[in-house]
């Protein structure tokens, strides 16, 4: 079992930075691939970022390529998300997941692959 916490959501201006981050406790993290997803009003959850377990492999769905960042820290049981340049579109609930792997460099992409979730925060971007 992995319990996964995320903060840093809130209410920004078009343009600013947000940086989100996703605490996790109980199994080894190192064995998790992680991503991150959302979910705006009336869509169905996305995944956005993901990333493997050392950190070598990450994917990023084009909408976010070159605003936000993944990254992991393995010794604090963190993944992270920065996001900047933010957009109205931007706008959902964003939330932490995460996947025990064998292979270290898989890094699992769809909603369905993932185990276990974080309640999720909210990110508002106004223009």
């Known amino acids: 079992q992995v319990q996964l916490v995320e903060s840093g959501g809130g209410l920004v201006l078009a343009g600013d930075s947000l940086r989100l981050s996703c605490a996790a406790s109980?199994?080894?993290?190192?064995?998790?691939?992680m991503g991150w997803f959302r979910q705006a009003p009336g869509k169905e959850r996305e995944p956005i970022a993901a990333?493997?377990?050392?950190?070598?492999?990450?994917y990023y769905t084009d909408s976010i390529k070159g605003r936000f960042t993944i990254s992991r820290d393995n010794a604090k049981k963190t993944v992270s998300l920065q996001m900047n340049n933010l957009k109205p579109e931007d706008t959902a609930v964003y939330s932490c997941?995460?996947?025990?792997?064998?292979?270290?460099?898989?890094?699992?992409?769809?909603?369905?692959?993932?185990?276990?979730w974080g309640q999720g925060t909210q990110v508002t971007v106004s223009s």
């Open positions: 997941a995460a996947k025990f792997v064998i292979d270290s460099t898989r890094v699992p992409v769809a909603v369905t692959d993932y185990n276990y």
């Open positions: 990333i493997s377990t050392t950190g070598s492999r990450l």
């Open positions: 109980g199994r080894p993290f190192s064995d998790y691939a």
